[in-house]
């Protein structure tokens, strides 16, 4: 097992290390997805399906675009 870190900024955005890219395939414009369990995270390279999936909620989440909405979930 390889263990890679980096470093979270200002805005809570990080760049995927190279051996990570390396790993997934990775290149500028792909689509990651983040699978969340308990305290586990896993990253790996979106599928076709996801991306679907993700496009397909998109509407169904515009009533979360306030101001107010982002005010309120901001520090999460």
Do not use: C
Request: hydrophobic share 40%.
């Amino acid at each position: 097992m390889q263990i890679v870190v980096s470093k979270l900024s200002q805005k809570h955005q990080t760049t995927v290390p190279k051996a990570v890219r390396n790993e997934l395939n990775l290149n500028a414009g792909d689509v990651i997805v983040f699978e969340i369990e308990n305290d586990v995270v896993k990253l790996r390279k979106a599928k076709p399906v996801d991306i679907e999936f993700g496009s397909a909620l998109v509407p169904t989440l515009i009533e979360w675009e306030s101001q107010n909405d982002e005010e309120a979930y901001n520090n999460l």
